[in-house]
């Protein structure tokens, strides 16, 4: 069921997100009403959270059930003895799925309030407690200890350091205040901790901070589905092109064992050391990571060669990921966006050259995975379409596991072609509320069919490179 209104968007933007659903094939196939209350479903999914939290093991350093155990003792003392299940996904032996309770409706809203940003918001509505940065405005006789409301300031029209806030603001749930207000507004830059601790979110996820750092990667599901598309294998080379955070880089490492080589590529430059830092979390030993622009990944003079360092020359790799930035379309929960057109439209030549990029380094016979977290037409089938015109020596393959549905319509690609597509689109399952009670009575099969349908929105496409380029 539906608590939060639908994602706020700019009008041209919800415009030109409406014509990409409402395309002629679509329309010629389904209907008009039918396509524009898939549409509507879509948007107000989008600002609700996914109804499990995905992490992955690293079976590099342990065990999964040895890590199920573990964390089964970790949400009985988060959760204070309330019997919450653990799932391994059974497609995904790396994965474990947790459902998430809520929404809860009977929490009493309190007097004193606290204001926090919207990307902090959504973090809380996934299991996160709210941290000091994230406040945005605090009661004016807030303590330390009090009990307090917390509110998400969708459209981000609140006063850093205000005491009180009229505007829109969506209730996420009560906690303890760790600060007074004056300390929170005090300035001082070392104050990065936790700020509120989360004791009666609307939405009941465990938090991850912390939490066996080294055995654990929180992770959406399609994500995990990804680097099993991509299948490495002990001894290759493998490119991640765009590789921050690292949970794809981290997790190509864990299914190759640790041996070959993965080389990760970001541009910024905080970002390459978190993934550095996860790399040596995780206990892997195989990735190089490297703050290197991606679309000059391609070293074209043969003569030299870098000794295992970007830019590479062509042919390098037996396999590419190509995780491209994309307009985050389809990240939950989301309940404002205020991207104009332009932003929302400006990564579709990025992602091409960053795609031919990748098509060059990669060897003969290798595999390409290109996968978005975004709902475009434009960003996902559409770039398929002209990959295939562009590049005749690639042909889409067939993927596995095949968890999310087949491609949209709209690109002109064949039924075929669209099957062999993987679209994660949350709008196929209605929202549903959950409490412990209902768990109890769920068959493990209907959870995990939930789990795959009831994610992010997401795009994986898969091709192999027949000939040399």
């Known amino acids: ?13 919800e415009k030109y997100l ?74 995904l032996q790396d994965v474990l799925l947790i459902p998430v309770i809520g929404p809860r ?80 507004f005090s300035g001082l830059p070392e104050l990065k901790g936790i700020g509120i601790r989360m004791t009666e979110p609307v939405y009941l996820s465990p938090s991850f901070d912390n939490v066996l750092p080294s055995y654990l990667f929180l992770q959406n599901l399609p994500s995990a589905v990804v680097t099993h598309v991509l299948n490495p294998q002990p001894g290759e080379k493998i490119l991640d092109l765009c590789a921050a955070p690292g949970g794809k880089t981290t997790h190509i490492a864990a299914l190759m064992r640790d041996q070959g080589e ?16 996860n790399a040596l979390l995780l206990g892997l030993n195989s990735i190089k990571a490297f703050c290197f622009d991606g679309t000059k990944a391609l070293q074209l003079d043969m003569v030299k060669d870098a000794e295992g360092k970007p830019p590479f020359l062509p042919e390098s790799f037996d396999r590419v990921l190509l995780d491209a930035p994309c307009s985050g379309m389809g990240q939950r929960p989301n309940m404002a966006c205020s991207w104009t057109l332009k932003e929302v439209t400006s990564y579709q030549p990025l992602q091409r050259k960053l795609f031919t990029v990748a098509v060059e380094l990669l060897r003969p016979g290798g595999v390409l995975v290109y996968s978005t977290c975004t709902i475009t ?93």
């Open 377 to 469: 037409l434009a960003e996902n089938e559409e770039q398929v379409a002209w990959a295939l015109r562009t590049f005749p020596y690639l042909q889409l393959q067939p993927q596995e596991p095949q968890i999310g549905g087949e491609g949209m319509m709209g690109a002109g690609l064949a039924f075929e072609q669209l099957k062999q597509l993987q679209r994660f689109d949350p709008s196929v399952v209605p929202l549903r509320d959950t409490d412990i009670d209902s768990l109890r009575d769920a068959r493990v099969e209907d959870m995990i069919w939930l789990a795959n349908k009831d994610c992010i929105g997401f795009f994986i496409a898969k091709f192999i490179k027949c000939k040399s380029t």
């Open 18 to 91: 409406k014509e990409g659903f409402m395309n002629k094939e679509i329309v010629s196939a389904f209907g008009k009403q039918a396509a524009e209350r898939k549409f509507e479903t879509l948007l107000n999914h989008l600002s609700h959270p996914p109804s499990f939290t995905t992490v992955r093991v690293n079976t590099h350093l342990a065990s999964v059930q040895h890590v199920k155990d573990l964390l089964f003792d970790e949400l009985q003392k988060q959760f204070n003895g309330l019997n919450v299940p653990i799932l391994q996904h059974p497609d």
């Open 1 to 13: 069921m539906s608590v939060f209104p639908k994602i706020s968007l700019r009008l041209e933007v």
């Open 105 to 184: 409706k009977n929490i009493k809203k309190q007097h004193c309030e606290a204001i926090v940003g919207a990307q902090c918001g959504h973090a809380v509505l996934r299991g996160a407690h709210v941290y000091v940065p994230g406040i945005v405005s605090a009661s004016k006789f807030m303590k330390a200890g009090d009990l307090i409301s917390v509110y998400s300031d969708i459209k981000g029209k609140c006063k850093k350091g205000a005491k009180e806030f009229d505007g829109t603001k969506v209730f996420l749930g009560n906690g303890i205040s760790e600060l007074s207000r004056k300390e929170i």
């Open 262 to 277: 993965v080389i990760a590529l970001d541009k910024i430059p905080n970002k390459v050391e978190k993934i550095k830092q």
